[in-house]
């Protein structure tokens, strides 16, 4: 039976998961590259990592660390899983997602953590499928780990399983469960979290240089089974880290990233890539481009509409709508942002009766609207009424990328330009300085 969208408004509702992720083969994957100008960035990411799709030339580099940006909710996970399929298929590359959401504390997230559930989550996908490493390659990584959970905390015994499993000989069911003592600690915010840190950091070059051991002989196990010849580890979750966690992470501690030799896939913030701070450590070129609804010139661009339109209507039954007009007028305050879309649609179906109206409309762009009244300040409608009428990319200072993160900024293709949220517009502080700006007279 084909796919079809909710019938009843409630359900609608009940079916927006913002933080949902399509996973690939989901009904209601829309393809928007064309829409996005996006299609070289499948090709630019696997020839980063050594492969070229057109040709199937595979001249892998022995490690890349390579980042992901794009604006929170933008569809970054979407689109890296359908990447992660594509480069499962070629019978280059296991991907191996892990999602720091899920697995770890993103409100309180150091390389130690990510690290580990790294490991833990390669450990379980060769358990799982059925994969033999040799108990002489697992034993460093073994006993690394065992050391760091074993570490008694406040004088409290370690309990008589943990000690077991850490004394038994190194298996991947064992080590697994040793992985997933640490990563639980780190997810619950556990009063031993703080001592395990630093005693993976103490002894952080022993660890990543087992951790890679086990890296190469999982890949050498692949490549024997004919599944793979690289590993490819997909670090999802990481965009969600804020201010000064995102720079610890990703600036301080890179040359502890860059230890472990394996391509690493970071999903990371839009607005770290104009701090400055990224050059010569990682790969910090490749941006997810926003869907457009127009083009620099003003011009109406087809595929963006027609993405969204599509978008739209996999997660609500057209006859839910009173007319066309009701579509238009979401996807065109969107601006063109997949979750901004979709909060507009919760809203309306909080406001409908039985069907969304035109009123229905007006009521949810004035609240999504009101919600970014509550952040933006006095100085941000000048800078925003400024950016929506200057063709030149100024460049970007602090209060820029905060109004970028916080999307009352959106940019598009290559960041080359920029325009302010469409509900942004509607706002009094905004429409005084537009008014102002464009008055005889004004300089």
């Known amino acids: 039976m084909s796919y079809q969208p909710p019938q009843h408004l409630l359900e609608v509702l009940q079916k927006i998961q913002y933080e949902e992720a399509l996973p690939a083969g989901d009904p209601r994957y829309v393809e928007t590259q064309t829409a996005r100008g996006s299609e070289r960035t499948f090709s630019r990411l696997a020839k980063k990592i050594g492969w070229d799709p057109a040709s199937n030339q595979f001249f892998p580099p022995s490690q890349s660390h390579v980042l992901f940006f794009g604006h929170v909710g933008s569809g970054k996970t979407t689109e890296l899983r359908q990447y992660a399929q594509r480069l499962n298929d070629s019978k280059r590359f296991c991907v191996i997602e892990v999602d720091a959401v899920d697995k770890l504390d993103v409100n309180n997230l150091q390389y130690t953590d990510a690290l580990m559930a790294m490991a833990e989550t390669l450990v379980k996908y060769l358990d799982q499928s059925g994969y033999r490493i040799d108990e002489a390659d697992l034993a460093p990584l073994h006993q690394a780990v065992a050391r760091v959970v074993t570490t008694r905390i406040d004088g409290r015994e370690v309990s008589a399983e943990l000690k077991t499993t850490a004394e038994a000989g190194a298996s991947l069911l064992g080590l697994f469960k040793l992985l997933a003592t640490f990563t639980a600690a780190a997810k619950t915010n556990a009063s031993n979290k703080t001592e395990w840190r630093r ?48 720079q610890r992470f990703f600036v301080q501690d890179a040359e502890q990233l860059l230890s472990i030799q394996a391509f690493v896939i970071y999903t990371a913030p839009l607005h770290l890539k104009y701090g400055g701070q990224l050059a010569g450590k990682l790969d910090a070129d490749l941006v997810l481009p926003m869907i457009k609804l127009q083009e620099r010139d003003g011009s109406r661009c087809e595929a963006g509409w027609t993405a969204l339109h599509e978008l739209l209507l996999r997660r609500i039954d057209r006859r839910l709508f009173a007319s066309e007009a009701e579509i238009h007028r979401l996807i065109e305050h969107s601006g063109g942002h997949p979750r901004e879309l979709l909060r507009l649609l919760k809203l309306c179906c909080e406001y409908a009766d039985d069907r969304i109206d035109a009123a229905t409309v007006e009521r949810a762009l004035a609240q999504l609207a009101a919600d970014y009244r509550y952040f933006l300040e006095p100085e941000d409608y000048p ?22 993160y916080r999307l009352a900024l959106l940019q598009y293709n290559d960041g080359s330009w920029r325009r302010s949220h469409p509900v942004v517009r509607r706002l009094d502080g905004y429409v005084k300085v537009r008014q102002t700006s464009a008055s005889p007279g004004t300089p």
């Open 199 to 246: 005693e993976v950091s103490n002894h952080f070059t022993a660890l990543a240089g087992a951790f890679n051991r086990l890296i190469r002989q999982a890949e050498a196990a692949l490549h024997k089974a004919g599944r793979a010849e690289r590993l490819v580890f997909l670090l999802d979750g990481i965009d969600k880290l804020r201010g000064d966690d995102t």
């Open 383 to 404: 800078l925003l009424v400024q950016l929506d009428h200057d063709e030149n990319h100024g460049g970007n200072d602090e209060r820029t990328r905060q109004l970028l």
